[in-house]
């Protein structure tokens, strides 16, 4: 059977059907990269979603720890609980094992340069200082080079009821007994307001070729008012 009907032609040029047919060479690539990318997002999402979930459960393990440490710590201020006194007996015990020795509650070191025995705390002139509003502790004062002081310790609320908020100073003293108090860098990182425990860590610019051999450091504590809540004397590492 012979086709009488009507006919048409179209006309398209070699670039564009090059083109065409490079498209549709390349789309199972394209199709293959883009499955590709697929299953590395459904693993990521995968390992994000098994992350959050152990997140979770830690969390909500340390909330119901938490909680058990405040019924305890609410227990132990009852007076009749039975076993009371054990349980501060092995507290005390193991804070005394945690503290270095060098700040235990006892008195002041004595510094080793001549003129700063005389001027730290320690006697009656310039006593130590410790209030019981924080307790400071694992302090250490050590020098760095580019002539800088780093200055750490651990600033602990021994009231739990209410937030405890301050500042720390320290004045350098040398083993010629030249006093120099440290400005901190930067602004404001002296300052705490802590409700259980913070590490302060806290560096200060000297002057260039100062010895800070037999150097030491008068540590003081602020409270809010400024009043000074905590003083003692530590020696500089090198």
């Not at 179209?10 to 789309?27: N, P, S, Y």
């Not at 293959?32 to 994000?48: I, K, M, P, Y």
Request: with cysteine.
């Amino acid at each position: 059977m012979q086709d009488n009907g009507p006919r048409r032609s179209f006309r398209v040029r070699r670039g564009r059907f090059f083109l065409v047919m490079t498209f549709f060479a390349c789309l199972p690539l394209v199709c293959g990269f883009l499955g590709w990318q697929a299953w590395q997002l459904w693993r990521e999402n995968a390992t994000l979603r098994e992350n959050m979930l152990r997140f979770e459960s830690d969390y909500q393990e340390a909330q119901a720890t938490a909680e058990r440490l405040q019924n305890l710590e609410e227990l132990l201020r009852e007076a009749g609980v039975q076993g009371r006194e054990l349980v501060l007996r092995k507290l005390a015990s193991a804070e005394q094992a945690e503290t270095p020795p060098h700040e235990a509650d006892e008195p002041a070191p004595a510094p080793e340069g001549p003129a700063a025995m005389g001027e730290g705390p320690g006697h009656e002139e310039f006593p130590a200082i410790d209030r019981g509003y924080v307790k400071v502790g694992n302090v250490q004062a050590r020098a760095l080079h580019g002539s800088k002081l780093r200055i750490g310790l651990d600033l602990r609320n021994t009231d739990s009821q209410r937030l405890a908020s301050g500042s720390v100073q320290a004045v350098l003293v040398t083993a010629d007994g030249q006093k120099r108090p440290l400005v901190f860098e930067p602004d404001g990182v002296a300052d705490f307001r802590i409700s259980r425990f913070k590490r302060a860590v806290m560096v200060a610019r000297l002057p260039e070729h100062l010895s800070l051999v037999n150097a030491q450091i008068i540590l003081e504590v602020k409270s809010q008012n400024q009043g000074v809540v905590y003083r003692n004397i530590f020696a500089v590492e090198r």
